[in-house]
């Protein structure tokens, strides 16, 4: 699954980006989302997919994962609903996605709700509208937005709708701590 990551703050770092799912966020190289800040630990958290629904793991970070602004309880993953915002350091990023771009039926029945936690009173995060977004602002929908956040042309080689290592890259170096 691609989730569409969009991030709010830091202004200098405004920009929408995709990445296939799991992933990591953190400092160290080997995380696929790295935002070099000292509030962000080296492994802090990640992302995965279970049954359409993305879900994050604070993997114990020093400082936390804030979802909706309310502090993720560490190893205990929580179910994202498309718009979230999550804040990792000094950076806010709100995460998009369509839970059935993978399943085309777009039933989500009851039971598989109940048992992903999807229910009403649920700990699920979010936004406040209850819609989701996509990575260009609309609701719903999978519109991948696969342009260099810098404005050259879309790379063809993310072809999956994934931006490229490169071009994530260049967008995650605005990330830096000023």
Known sequence: M?????????????GTFSLRLPFTAGRTAEAKLRIQHERVSRRHCEFFEQDGVVFLRDLGST??????DVPVDAE????????AVIRLGHVAVRIDYDPFAEAPTAALD???????????????AANRSGVGRCGDGSPGGTVPDRTDPHGGDPDPASVDGATTDVELERFLRRLAAP
């Open 2 to 14: 691609i989730v569409h990551l969009t991030v709010l703050a830091p202004e200098a770092g405004r």
């Open 63 to 68: 400082n936390g994962t804030l979802v909706e």
């Open 76 to 83: 205990v993953p929580l179910a994202l609903a498309p718009g």
């Open 110 to 124: 009851s039971a598989k709700a109940a048992r992903l936690g999807l229910s009403a009173g649920s700990r699920v």
